[in-house]
C-alpha cells in the first residue's frame, strides 16, 4: 500500500495539470500506478448483520416433517408458520434462504376444496342419502353455481 502523502501528492500534480506521465517520472512510479492513485476511492464495506444461525439436523428433520404433514392436510405452508411451529431460531428471510437451499420451491396453491376423509366421506353419504330418498330437484337450491355467459366469441 502506498501512503496517503504520496496519494495526495499525486492528485495535486494532476489538478496542477501534469500529464500521468510526468507524474510518474516525478514520483519514480509507472504510469498505471499513478492513475491508480489518482483514482483510488476506499471502499464503504457494509457490517454484516450478523452470524448466520445454522440449522442443525435435529431442526431440519423438524421442520421437513412439519411440511410433510401440512402438505398431507393440505394446509398452506409459509416460513413464518414453520419458524413458529417448529420453533426455528431463524427470521423470516433466513427460513427462505434455507428453505430454497434446501430444494423446496414456492408455488401457487391450486384452489381446490380442502377436506379431510371424514369430511369427504359424510358429503359422499349424503349425497347418497339424497339420490335414495327422491328429492324433488325442482325446489332445491344451489348456492355454489358458476355463471356462464353464452354471448362469448365463439356463441358458446
Same mark, same amino acid.
Given at each position: 500500500?502506498?501512503?496517503?502523502?504520496?496519494?495526495?501528492?499525486? +492528485?495535486?500534480?494532476?489538478?496542477?495539470?501534469?500529464?500521468? +506521465?510526468?507524474?510518474?517520472?516525478?514520483?519514480?512510479?509507472?504510469?498505471?500506478?499513478?492513475?491508480?492513485?489518482?483514482?483510488? +476511492?476506499?471502499?464503504?464495506?457494509?457490517?454484516?448483520?450478523?452470524?448466520?444461525?445454522?440449522?442443525?439436523?435435529?431442526?431440519?428433520?423438524?421442520?421437513?416433517?412439519?411440511?410433510?404433514?401440512?402438505?398431507?392436510?393440505?394446509?398452506?405452508?409459509?416460513?413464518? +408458520?414453520?419458524?413458529?411451529?417448529?420453533?426455528?431460531?431463524?427470521?423470516?428471510?433466513?427460513?427462505?434462504?434455507?428453505?430454497?437451499?434446501?430444494?423446496?420451491?414456492?408455488?401457487?396453491?391450486?384452489?381446490?376444496?380442502?377436506?379431510?376423509?371424514?369430511?369427504?366421506?359424510?358429503?359422499?353419504?349424503?349425497?347418497?342419502?339424497?339420490?335414495?330418498?327422491?328429492?324433488?330437484?325442482?325446489?332445491?337450491?344451489?348456492?355454489?353455481?358458476?355463471?356462464?355467459?353464452?354471448?362469448?366469441?365463439?356463441?358458446?
Amino acid at each position: 500500500m502506498y501512503s496517503d502523502e504520496l496519494k495526495r501528492l499525486a +492528485k495535486y500534480q494532476r489538478d496542477s495539470g501534469k500529464t500521468l +506521465k510526468e507524474i510518474s517520472n516525478n514520483l519514480n512510479l509507472s504510469v498505471s500506478t499513478v492513475q491508480c492513485l489518482i483514482c483510488y +476511492k476506499p471502499r464503504n464495506h457494509k457490517k454484516k448483520m450478523g452470524r448466520r444461525c445454522k440449522v442443525t439436523s435435529k431442526m431440519s428433520s423438524r421442520i421437513k416433517r412439519f411440511v410433510a404433514k401440512s402438505n398431507a392436510d393440505y394446509c398452506k405452508v409459509t416460513a413464518r +408458520k414453520i419458524i413458529s411451529e417448529c420453533s426455528v431460531p431463524l427470521k423470516k428471510r433466513g427460513m427462505n434462504y434455507w428453505l430454497a437451499k434446501s430444494k423446496y420451491k414456492y408455488r401457487k396453491i391450486p384452489y381446490e376444496l380442502c377436506l379431510n376423509k371424514k369430511e369427504k366421506k359424510n358429503r359422499v353419504d349424503k349425497i347418497s342419502n339424497w339420490i335414495e330418498e327422491n328429492i324433488n330437484w325442482d325446489s332445491v337450491i344451489f348456492s355454489d353455481e358458476k355463471r356462464f355467459t353464452l354471448d362469448g366469441p365463439d356463441n358458446w
